[in-house]
């Protein structure tokens, strides 16, 4: 069975510096896609970045990116001049049909 | 509609009776999706459609909890004589067919208050 794991249930960030979220993930598949989603205290799940397994360029979305090591099945998320609006649960996923399978969230504070 | 669409936003029932949570997605899309979120923790996989049959439903903790979905939209997820335990957060999500590759689309969720 595909299982999840993010490591660090807290974590704090100052105002413009960088952070690094982890996740690992097992999984027999080849093909699959993960993602991160970012849930602020309103509740929606928001998609911040996505990844396709066979692509190894990492991907990027403006202030956000991701460091894919599929040997290793690692899927962690860095995100540059963090902002206060950042603060919120971020949410590592995988799926490859079906449903999506999510790891237990990470808490992200940015301070000023 | 533009977004998915849950409702209620929130929901205080008395333990033992039943609930229903609706659940409509986003115009044309195919696939649908209920997880559950209990307090600070993850999101926990309940029952997904596909049109209006349901390939999985290997999430649903118990004979308590039901879901339908009709005409290939709005699906309804049911828990029958509630209890304490099902206090969380319920999110809906959609895709279109070829949704995996781009994610799923969330609803902001049902908060359950079981007292």
């Known amino acids: 069975a595909q299982t999840v794991t993010q490591s660090q249930p807290e974590m704090s960030v100052q105002e413009a510096e960088t952070v690094t979220l982890s996740c690992t993930y097992d999984?027999?598949?080849?093909?699959?896609?993960l993602f991160w989603y970012k849930q602020p205290p309103s509740r929606q799940m928001i998609l911040v970045i996505r990844?396709?397994?066979?692509?190894?360029q990492n991907a990027t979305e403006n202030r956000f990116s991701v460091n894919f090591q599929k040997a290793a099945k690692s899927f962690s998320l860095k995100i540059s001049d963090s902002q206060l609006g950042d603060t919120a649960m971020y949410f590592c996923?995988?799926?490859?049909?079906?449903?999506?399978?999510f790891g237990q969230g990470t808490t992200l504070q940015v301070k000023p | 509609g533009a977004g998915v669409s849950q409702s209620p936003s929130n929901k205080v029932t008395e333990k033992g009776k039943d609930v229903e949570l609706r659940c409509d997605p986003i115009?044309?899309?195919?696939?649908l999706y209920w997880y559950r979120q209990s307090l600070g923790q993850g999101l926990e996989f309940l029952i997904y459609f596909q049109g209006n049959s349901a390939p999985d439903k290997s999430g649903l903790p118990s004979d308590r909890f039901s879901a339908e979905r009709t005409g290939g939209s709005v699906s309804t997820l049911t828990i029958q004589r509630t209890q304490q335990e099902d206090s969380a957060v319920y999110l809906c999500a959609s895709s279109s067919r070829t949704g995996l590759i781009y994610g799923y689309t969330f609803g902001s969720g049902t908060r359950l208050t079981v007292v």
């Open positions: 996923a995988f799926g490859n049909t079906g449903k999506l399978i």
């Open positions: 115009s044309g899309h195919t696939a």
């Open positions: 999984t027999s598949e080849n093909n699959y896609y």
């Open positions: 990844q396709e397994a066979y692509k190894q």
